[in-house]
């Protein structure tokens, strides 16, 4: 099977010296082009290696992008990978906290579309506008709502 390059789209220093990530257009013989992300180093004789090491020689002014560290997920990333809650998880959480079912009901009295949300969801996303709102107006904190979130887990 022959892999042929046919352009570079991008080089990147990685953490680890000699090394670069390359995307690349290429082909396999018998396939369609495709991107590809190959890991580069210049004295690897196999795959695509010798072609990009070619290719690069031929473009000595082609950028090569700094190597930046991968960034801790923000706090709002963090919750939008939160599993959903179930129903009961909820109200059993919020019990806990002495917050009854009925106390929710009131403070969505004037809200009808929330309301119907509230009674008829089975399950509950940490970033679902009911969810924020409800918290805003029982002065939840979003970071009290995270552990409250990650206790409810726990039912």
């Keep these: 099977m022959t892999v042929e390059l046919r352009d570079i789209i991008s080089v990147s220093l990685t953490k680890t010296p000699g090394v670069f990530g390359v995307a690349c257009e290429a082909r396999i013989e018998g396939v369609d082009e495709f991107i590809a992300k190959h890991i580069y180093r210049p004295d690897d004789p196999y795959g695509l290696s010798p072609q990009i090491k070619e ?3 031929e473009r000595p002014d ?3 992008r700094p190597y930046v560290p991968p960034q801790p997920p923000t706090p709002e990333e963090l ?11 909820l109200l059993r959480t919020l019990w806990e906290i002495g917050i009854a079912e009925t106390d ?6 004037n809200d009808a579309v929330g309301l119907i ?3 008829n969801a089975n399950t509950f996303a940490r970033l679902h506008p009911l969810i924020i709102s ?8 979003p970071e009290q709502v995270d552990s409250l979130w990650d206790f409810a887990l726990t039912f």
């Design 134 to 141: 409800v918290a805003s107006d029982l002065n939840l904190p």
């Design 117 to 119: 949300e509230w009674r």
């Design 55 to 57: 290719w690069l020689a």
């Design 104 to 109: 929710i009901d009131a403070k969505l009295a």
């Design 62 to 64: 082609f950028p090569i």
């Design 79 to 89: 919750r939008a990978r939160m599993e959903p809650l179930t129903r009961r998880q």
